[in-house]
């Protein structure tokens, strides 16, 4: 099976935390300003953390390669008690 390619807006766009959530840049900031009341302006600084449906739209379509894998459960070992 071809390799699946990362949507290069995707990757400009979006980065992936260690725990796996999604952060992306605050909307409603790029253009008529003078518009906006001030605080609206303070709150869309930097960037925030992306809801879990939308989170998971952009890791399974448009960034494959950044998902977390689910570890698998540590098998116990039996040590003998002799």
């Given at each position: 099976?071809?390799?699946?390619?990362?949507?290069?807006?995707?990757?400009?766009?979006?980065?992936?935390?260690?725990?796996?959530k999604?952060?992306a840049?605050?909307?409603?900031?790029?253009?008529?300003?003078m518009?906006?009341?001030k605080?609206?302006?303070?709150?869309?600084?930097?960037?925030t953390?992306?809801?879990?449906?939308?989170?998971?739209?952009?890791?399974?379509?448009?960034?494959?390669?950044?998902?977390?894998?689910?570890?698998k459960?540590?098998?116990?070992?039996d040590?003998?008690?002799?």
């Amino acid at each position: 099976m071809p390799k699946m390619k990362t949507h290069s807006s995707a990757k400009k766009r979006f980065k992936v935390t260690a725990k796996g959530k999604v952060k992306a840049g605050q909307a409603l900031t790029s253009h008529m300003m003078m518009n906006k009341p001030k605080s609206m302006k303070r709150k869309a600084r930097g960037t925030t953390v992306l809801s879990e449906p939308d989170a998971r739209i952009i890791l399974g379509n448009l960034l494959p390669y950044s998902r977390k894998r689910k570890a698998k459960p540590a098998a116990k070992k039996d040590e003998g008690s002799n």
